[in-house]
């Protein structure tokens, strides 16, 4: 069982930045960001699949996902933030590669941090 962390979430205005990091009790190939805003269902946003990283339309060039594996971490450096990236984000993980973002495919999840984004 793969236990997942996230922190650095918080509350930013319009136009800031914000790091998320994923802390994972071993190393996975497949790291996803997903979000889920009030009301709305999970979204995924980023992944890293080994050394590849791929995002949605909606934040590319905006967020970056990246990966140290010595320290099983995997970061979301999140810029030029809009209200519309608010929600709860969770890193999700999966020794193979999931179908894309769909959440059933992906097998470990962390409990979320809360981006605020106002």
């Known amino acids: 069982q793969v236990q997942l962390v996230e922190s650095g979430g918080g509350s930013v205005q319009p136009g800031g930045s914000l790091r998320l990091s994923c802390s994972a009790s071993e190393y996975t190939y497949s790291v996803g960001w997903f979000r889920q805003a009030p009301g709305k269902e999970r979204e995924g946003v980023a992944r890293i699949l080994g050394g590849n990283s791929y995002y949605v339309n909606s934040v590319k060039g905006r967020y970056t996902i990246s990966r140290d594996q010595s320290r099983n971490m995997v970061y979301l450096q999140m810029n030029s933030l809009k209200p519309d990236d608010t929600g709860v984000y969770y890193c999700?993980?999966?020794?193979?590669?999931?179908?894309?973002?769909?959440?059933?495919?992906?097998?470990?999840w962390g409990q979320g941090t809360q981006v605020t984004v106002s």
């Open positions: 999700a993980a999966d020794s193979d590669v999931p179908r894309g973002y769909e959440t059933t495919s992906w097998r470990y």
